[in-house]
């Protein structure tokens, strides 16, 4: 009966929040002041101030109280506004590329705003201007260089504007010398020589955090991340006078709360910023903020408008007042806009380098407003988690919301959620040009060991005449980065603005990496067309890869590029170089839109296994351009038969694994039927096989994850080869039916090394291999999977080492090779010893040698590397370092010196099998050595100890050596088996359970 109440008021107290969400609230400005205009001149020479070297943490932000409610809210699955497949039309390049700054200030808060002759871009803390075609005008220099109020400040989080309708220029960034927003409007539309207005608005002791700024008919509009536990009582929002402050006067500021607003902590509305050839009306400036229904006190994900009126002859008369709840009855689909609850690490990078903040509960910046001839449009963006269900996977969530008259209220007229494959993508930034189309930049980012991406900048968009909610087009790369973020801290915005010159050209600002360097890149782009006569086939429709037979339907996928409509042109195929099949295209495609066109004649594919090129052309008569006419398919007619093993998805190296480790494989369709009800199994070393069965289905081309009910023991120390397979009956191709993974068990995994100074190990050479720009990592990176050959007879080996961080003998590193297998790195097998590191990213090479009587086969290294003026311990393996890094490899001991009869028992494959792996408590196992060597061989088991329990002869059946014995005697452990001759022999371990 108590627990009954207990949920009756706690699902009372649900619905209370839930309604308080819904009420219609207003209010008048909490906060009203104004500041003085102190004007400054031209960016002269004699004027830059350097920008600060100093490599700081910007703003570290406190996110407050997590109001997540655990369980709480929608979708419970995939996200329903997903695009999961990327457009089909072929995108342009950059009109224009290049690095705007290169700094390792953290976050760099990448800015800019391109006006009709020039760019100016920011970052903490500092500025640059560039004319259109790349060139600069004014080198980086402080934010203090601007003069005026700006004078000797440089606390950062700057924005840049540019005001259409004034043709002027703003740059803001925070101070706390008293907490204030320092704000310079240019003094006419030349940056560079027209001189500034700068005011410094007082913001009532509170830091301004994360402020955006957008330009409204009536005032500047600036949100903020202020006040999250009492954000619908307190300063928020502020306005200050945008009249007086293009006139160099003294300009009012007014703060204002957001009442019926739910946060989670730290959280960014947006305001409206206006483009285009026509300025909004005077008021009626909306605000808009995500609601997640994940958070306490929202009934359903939407978005909340409110609207601001100002009066700037009685400020105090002025008012904000929610205006609408767009949500899922007025065509939101639920979201999921909460990471890892609240928290400032959550995507992934190559490397095992720290996770980054995905910049959630923020309406990314811009929020880009336009009017047009029949509507008023706004687009915004935000990240989401595309399937709450699995791994998290960074999405964009974009809207398009319209207006059809001034004052009436907003609809969603299209929304998606960008993510077209596996990749995170976020910090997204988007616009929409003066013919409605629209362009979307964000940054990409895959941990996959099989496609790694660093952080990169790319864009997509879409023709106004698009199927709504997709974006059309290819992406394509801004800038590909070449090194993960050092720091879990990312952007923390990127700015992509609309050239007022022509009003449709993209110009897009964001961060990657280069070693330690924080890099921004401007990125250009279009979206509309520019050409009147222009088709061109861009995709194949029909048939896909499949299992396929001699009569297939072609079908192509048509777009017009142009601005003219098109019709009667001739559209041919070839298959694989054969004869041509051309036919016309009778009926009529708008402009910048597509058609899929069937040809009458069909094709034969039918021969199992050819994968068969297929080249579709149009063939417009007075087409502008011929690079976009021809589209090439490869299309393949797949084996009915063919799945295999893609990766092992855990277990993973770690500490304390357990006898119970869940083990978690990919599978895969390569086939051209769906399959079901096959065999899977894995195997750890070369102990039993467990088998099991697959019972779900694997669409074509799909890939499906399997969980085996038989959990794997891993408990004693040491490192493990994993081997997964499918057992599907006739398959088609058996060498992509497995995979291999290393895992390893180790005693200690010193985790926690700061690596963001350069300190550690970012290249190691040694034998076979080379790793290359090895990521910061939180300390310890596991690389056991790749194996160097070191041949025991040479003697002498070299490895090589970089560190980004060398001064005064201080970097130093040692490494180990652990021989006795015990997963513990002994003071004995300790290799390298306290090694200078003397010069940074220079590379230092050392000798050393292994024992003549080194055991054979593979076993762990580790090498590490760090500050040894700091606390921790260079030369215990385990100890955390305050500076440094710990990375561990395999090593495979080889004796090229061997006799021809040691030689081929040194190749031979010893395996230890359970004889009765059903039964949990069997301890019956047989060994068994494939291999014909000439020589009578013997096997030993020892314990771990060393002490012999059994020696015999081994006897060969024809086909291998085999011998079973009764481990029934013997305690739960670790033991090895020797087999061969009494000067040599193979050795491997196995587990009594």
């Not at 004699?46 to 997590?66: C, D, M, Q, T």
């Not at 009249?243 to 739910?262: C, N, S, V, Y």
């Not at 494959?421 to 616009?431: H, T």
Request: charged residues 20%.
């Amino acid at each position: 009966m108590k627990n009954l109440l207990y949920l009756l008021l706690f699902a009372v107290f649900l619905f209370h929040f839930d309604a308080e969400a819904q009420t219609n609230e207003t209010s008048g400005p909490v906060y009203v002041d104004s500041a003085l205009a102190v004007p400054s001149g031209a960016l002269s020479k004699g004027k830059l101030v350097a920008p600060s070297s100093e490599f700081k943490i910007y703003n570290p932000r406190n996110r407050g109280i997590n109001k997540v409610v655990p369980g709480k809210g929608l979708p419970k699955t995939t996200d329903p506004a997903l695009q999961s497949k990327m457009g089909e039309v072929p995108s342009k390049a950059p009109i224009l590329s290049y690095e705007a700054v290169s700094s390792r200030s953290t976050p760099t808060d990448p800015t800019g705003f391109v006006g009709p002759n020039h760019y100016i871009n920011a970052w903490n803390s500092a500025f640059s201007i560039w004319d259109k075609e790349g060139n600069q005008l004014m080198p980086p220099a402080s934010l203090a260089s601007i003069g005026g109020e700006f004078t000797g400040e440089n606390l950062g989080d700057p924005i840049v504007v540019y005001d259409e309708f004034a043709d002027r220029y703003l740059i803001s960034q925070f101070s706390d010398t008293p907490e204030s927003f320092l704000i310079a409007v240019s003094r006419g539309p030349d940056p560079l020589n027209d001189g500034w207005f700068t005011y410094r608005f007082t913001t009532n002791g509170v830091l301004p955090d994360y402020p955006k700024i957008s330009v409204w008919g009536d005032g500047y509009y600036i949100t903020t991340n202020k006040n999250a536990n009492t954000a619908g009582q307190s300063q928020v929002i502020y306005v200050v006078e945008r009249d007086k402050m293009l006139q160099g006067e003294t300009a009012g500021i007014l703060a204002f709360p957001l009442p019926g607003i739910r946060t989670n902590g730290f959280y960014s509305p947006a305001g409206f910023h206006a483009i285009g050839d026509i300025a909004p009306p005077r008021g009626n400036s909306p605000i808009v903020f995500m609601q997640d229904d994940a958070w306490a006190g929202v009934i359903e994900d939407h978005l909340k408008i409110w609207l601001i009126n100002v009066d700037w002859n009685n400020p105090a008369s002025s008012v904000i007042s929610e205006s609408q709840r767009l949500g899922q009855a007025d065509g939101v689909s639920p979201f999921m806009a909460t990471f890892d609850g609240g928290s400032f690490s959550n995507l992934s990078q190559p490397g095992d380098a720290p996770e980054i903040d995905a910049l959630q509960a923020t309406m990314m910046y811009m929020t880009q407003y336009r009017r047009f001839e029949t509507h008023n449009s706004v687009v915004m963006n935000f990240v989401v988690d595309v399937d709450p269900t699995a791994a998290e996977h960074a999405g964009i969530r974009w809207y398009e919301l319209r207006q059809m008259a001034n004052q009436e209220s907003w609809t969603v007229y299209q929304e998606g959620t960008y993510a077209p494959d596996k990749s995170d993508r976020f910090s997204g930034s988007i616009g929409i040009d003066n013919q409605g189309n629209i362009g979307l930049g964000f940054t990409i980012l895959d941990d996959s060991p099989e496609t790694p991406i660093f952080p990169s900048i790319r864009y997509t968009g879409r023709y106004a005449g698009d199927d709504l909610g997709i974006m059309t087009f290819e992406e394509q790369t801004i800038v590909e980065g070449e090194d993960p973020d050092p720091n879990s801290r990312y952007g923390d915005y990127a700015h992509l603005s609309v050239d007022p010159a022509d009003d449709l050209t993209f110009w897009h600002n964001a961060e990657y990496f280069e070693g330690l360097n924080r890099k921004n890149r401007v990125g250009v782009f279009r979206i509309a067309a520019d050409n009147e006569n222009d088709v061109g086939a861009i995709a194949r429709v029909t048939p896909q890869d499949a299992t396929l037979g001699t009569a297939e339907e072609i079908t192509v996928r048509i777009r017009n590029f142009g601005s003219n409509a098109q019709s009667g042109f001739p559209v041919s195929y070839t298959v694989n170089g054969g004869e041509t099949v051309t036919e016309i295209f009778t009926e009529s495609i708008p402009a910048t839109q597509s058609v899929n066109f069937t040809f009458s004649q069909p094709a034969d594919f039918s021969e199992i296994g050819e994968t068969y090129e297929v080249v579709f052309t149009t063939g417009l008569n007075n087409d502008q351009n011929s690079e976009n006419d021809t589209f090439v398919a490869q299309i393949k007619n797949l084996p009915p038969r063919d799945v295999g093993v893609t990766s092992i998805d855990v277990p993973v190296t770690g500490q304390n694994l357990t006898p119970t480790e869940v083990v978690t494989v990919t599978i895969e369709n390569f086939g051209g039927e769906p399959q079901s009800n096959f065999p899977v199994s894995y195997q750890v070393g070369d102990n039993f096989i467990v088998r099991e069965t697959f019972s779900g289905t694997v669409g074509v081309g799909e890939n499906t994850v399997y969980t085996f009910s038989r959990r794997a023991d891993l408990s004693p120390s040491g490192s493990y080869r994993v081997t997964a397979r499918t057992h599907l009956e006739e398959d088609f191709n058996p060498t992509n039916d497995s995979t291999v993974k290393s895992i390893a068990n180790l005693n200690c995994i010193p985790e926690g090394s700061d690596c963001s100074f350069g300190d550690g190990i970012f290249y190691f050479e040694l034998e076979e291999i080379l790793n290359e720009r090895i990521p910061c990592g939180d300390g310890y990176i596991d690389f056991i999977g790749s194996s160097a050959t070191l041949d025991r007879s040479r003697g002498t080996f070299t490895v090589t080492v970089k560190s980004v961080f060398a001064e005064e003998e201080k970097e130093q590193f040692s490494m180990w090779i652990d021989l006795d297998d015990d997963a513990v790195f002994d003071n004995d097998e300790r290799f390298v010893s306290s090694q200078v590191i003397p010069s940074p990213n220079t590379p230092v090479s050392v000798d050393f040698t292994i024992p003549d009587d080194a055991p054979l086969g593979q076993h762990l290294l580790r090498i590490r590397a760090g500050d040894t003026s700091f606390e921790g311990e260079l030369n215990d393996p385990c100890d955390v370092m305050d500076y440094g890094t710990t990375h561990d490899y395999s090593v495979s001991v080889t004796d090229s010196s061997l006799n021809i009869e040691d030689f081929i028992l040194n190749e031979a494959e010893l395996m230890i099998i359970s004889e009765r792996p059903k039964e949990e408590d069997s301890k019956i196992y047989r060994a068994r050595l494939l291999s014909n060597i000439e020589a009578p061989l013997r096997i030993t088991v020892h314990d771990m100890l060393g002490q012999k329990l059994l020696e015999n002869k081994m006897n060969f059946n024809g086909e291998a050596y085999t011998y079973t014995f009764d481990m029934s005697y013997a305690a739960r452990g670790v033991y090895l088996v020797r087999v061969g001759t009494r000067e040599f022999g193979k050795v491997k371990r196995f587990i009594v359970k």
